[in-house]
T-cell receptor
Framework: GAVVSQHPSWVICKSGTSVKIECRSLDFQATTMFWYRQFPKQSLMLMATSNEGSKATYEQGVEKDKFLINHASLTLSTLTVTSAHPEDSSFYIC????????????FGPGTRLTVL | GQNIDQPTEMTATEGAIVQINCTYQTSGFNGLFWYQQHAGEAPTFLSYNVLDGLEEKGRFSSFLSRSKGYSYLLLKELQMKDSASYFCAGTNAGKSTFGDGTTLTVKP
């Protein structure tokens, strides 16, 4: 149990376009989802915390107008990278936390974004 | 602040034991995670310590001392597949802050 999927697993796009990444909890209801970004050989940096039905809470330095997060249901959160630029190329990872497990996060497989 | 420090790289031999240390500022965290990440993949959960002491799970054990702001991950009977990055992460109010990770290389 506790499987989290992400789609797509990788995407290449042109500079200036927008990319949407989906994060789904497949067999549990995720009251909270987290979005992370990881550059090569670096740590995971939390971008935002998303609670179902409410606005996401963004970490300092993360532009909320550039990284749009929607958590419309207990099993789906989306991250849209708007007007992507080459410096946005990174590995984007979501994680989900179930309502009855107040500490454990289950990670999705990640989405590798390359902006040309 | 919530700085987390762990060694950048470690090397060990197959079959041996290795201990990866993690230190953090004592204020702010109410639990500590350890994750394993293979290159190109998402992290996988290894352990979670909220109380002082040692938690053992098969070949992997994790220790926490809250008063000292110190944790370690102990890997026994190392296997080649244990070559990966290991992250400690402090958690507060459900939000995790990751250390920079320790890249472990297991050699034959």
């Amino acid at each position: 149990g506790a499987v989290v999927s992400q789609h797509p697993s990788w995407v290449i796009c042109k500079s200036g376009t927008s990319v949407k990444i989906e994060c789904r909890s497949l067999d549990f209801q995720a009251t909270t989802m987290f979005w992370y970004r990881q550059f090569p050989k670096q740590s995971l940096m939390l971008m935002a915390t998303s609670n179902e039905g409410s606005k996401a809470t963004y970490e300092q330095g993360v532009e909320k107008d550039k990284f749009l997060i929607n958590h419309a249901s207990l099993t789906l959160s989306t991250l849209t990278v708007t007007s992507a630029h080459p410096e946005d190329s990174s590995f984007y990872i979501c994680s989900a936390r179930a309502a009855d497990r107040d500490y454990e996060q289950f990670f999705g497989p990640g989405t590798r974004l390359t902006v040309l | 602040g919530q700085n987390i420090d762990q060694p950048t790289e470690m090397t060990a031999t197959e079959g041996a034991i290795v201990q990866i240390n993690c230190t953090y500022q004592t204020s702010g965290f109410n639990g500590l995670f350890w994750y394993q990440q293979h290159a190109g993949e998402a992290p996988t959960f290894l352990s979670y310590n909220v109380l002082d002491g040692l938690e053992e799970k098969g070949r992997f054990s994790s220790f926490l001392s809250r008063s000292k702001g110190y944790s370690y991950l102990l890997l026994k009977e190392l296997q080649m597949k244990d070559s990966a990055s290991y992250f400690c992460a402090g958690t507060n109010a459900g939000k995790s802050t990751f250390g920079d990770g320790t890249t472990l290389t297991v050699k034959p």
